[in-house]
């Protein structure tokens, strides 16, 4: 008995199971020669990893993720090809996205998955630098950990440095002025071209920037709602050819015979937004009809006829001229609507309907019933006009609600995405520095600058406090370090100048990828907005010391199966003295 419970604690080491050892090292033997029954906490096939060992495993698997999005950064960055299990393609250096399609799945870099996800939902820029931020946060404390520097510790270390560069980010920070719509307009326009600086339509930034501004300024200034601006994408032509379209616009939807004869154009038209089917349709599929003799059935037949005229008839009285449903309008209908000079859409999709009865005022209506004025949207001008091989639909003129909708053009398919993500990026990030009118200089200037005042403050600490401060300062300056590496420039040469300019009060100089080197960014308007600066400092901060907080990790592989439950059941009971159930 003694034998087999000595091998059977050599076979199962990671059963969590504890053997006494009274007894001159006689394992399992009590003061009454009797057998200690074992201790299990966990599942079998339970993997527990906890410790030094485990802090930096997770530090490493933080690194794997940020070495993927690293070289993406800056004006200079490369894009990343993403061919999924789908077979799509995605062509893309913007870090959110990336992100979301790694599909990564180890628990603590999951962590930086989803700081760049709420940096994207909440500024709209910065994605990357907040994932590299966090990186190297832990790779600078890498060291420390592994000399035994408990992690508690480095964390309010951490915290108080987060602290004292937020501090300082908003007392540099250059608040502009709002007031004037021309200087206004000017701040709007440089940050944008700063934000699509580093991005695949970087070629074309002026081009973009104003018509970002365009799209941003013509929304409701008290409550700028993004989906107010629509995207829609036509393959062809070059990307000068975008147009910014002052109202709504959507691509022409399925049609029936009939299409040809409609009125393409109306000034002040009437429109009528409805979510019923206005199609022919056959009661019988509906309803089980018994008849006894022919006429009977054929008033069921002209029954399902004038339903369907009583509709239509219905939606003309109402002095509608422009008819959009959310349900197909079938080929009777185009047709009628089309002798009496009305145009009309049918399976318009519900962003677009949303988007339009905003902008015109309608009210979108689920009966042809009771169709007043009042439910009516009204705008200028309405035209069907030919966008490279697609017809659209142009609603310009809505007094409503301010809106508008981006026509992007471009050869592949993915660039006009990537084209997309851009443009998002630059919208979010307008809008919010119209709501905070306050910018830093970009290019790894201000990073710089925070690195500069931590290590001088760290010269004023003493303790470990003081190497975990000058830890985070240096981590600080992996954005200029990296911006210049992806330019083809030499790092190091480039950080001994901004060191060397910041330390004698050139708190403005950054990185200049255009001639090489180094220059004043705010000068050369390479500008950030502030709030974008200073939510990925606090997220990125916060991310590495939530994975330094976590020092154990519990698996259990059977539990990820399809039906974890009922595994291990039904094995037997008792086991030989191994618990009840429990698997040889």
Partial sequence: EFRRVLFRSRRYPTDSATMSMPMGGMPGLAPGNMLQPQIVLLKEGTDTSQGKPQLISNINACQAVVDVVRTTLGPRGMDKLIHDDKGSVTISNDGATLMKLLQIVHPAAVTLVQISMSQDAEVGDGTTSVVLLAGEFLRECKPYIEEGVHPQVIIKAYRTACKLAVDRLTELAVHLDNQDPAKRRDMLEKSAATSLNSKLVSGHKEFFAKMVVDAVLSLDEKAPNLEMIGMKKVQGGALQESVLVEGVAFKKTFSYAGFEQMTKSFENPKIVLLNVELELKAERDNAEVRISDVAAYQKIVDAEWDIIYDKLAK?????????????????????????????????????????????????????????????????????????????????????????CTLVLRGGAEQFIAEAERSLHDAIMNTRRLLKNPSVIAGGGAIEMELSATLREHSRTIYGKQQLLIGAYAKALEVIPRQVSSNAGMDPTDVLNKLRMKHAHGGKWFGVDVVEGGIC?????????????????????????????????????????????????????????????GRGR
């Fill in 315 to 403: 939606i003309v009285a109402s002095g509608a001229n422009i008819v959009l449903s959310k349900l197909a309008i079938g080929d009777l209908a185009t047709q009628y609507f089309a002798d009496r000079g009305l145009f009309c859409a049918g399976r318009v999709e519900h962003m677009d309907m949303l988007r339009m009865a905003r902008a015109t005022g309608g009210q979108t209506q689920t009966s042809c019933n009771d169709l007043s004025p009042a439910v009516l949207g009204n705008c200028k001008h309405f035209e069907e006009k030919q966008v490279g091989g697609e017809r659209y639909n142009f609603f310009s003129g809505c007094e409503a609600a301010s809106t």
């Fill in 520 to 580: 004043d960014t705010l000068e050369s308007f390479v500008w950030e907005a502030t709030v974008m600066k200073r939510n990925a400092l606090e997220a990125a901060t916060e991310a590495a010391c939530l994975i330094l907080s976590v020092d154990e990790t519990v698996r259990n592989p059977s539990s990820e199966k399809p039906d974890g439950r009922n595994y291990g059941k039904g094995k037997g009971k008792g086991g030989g003295g191994r618990g009840r």
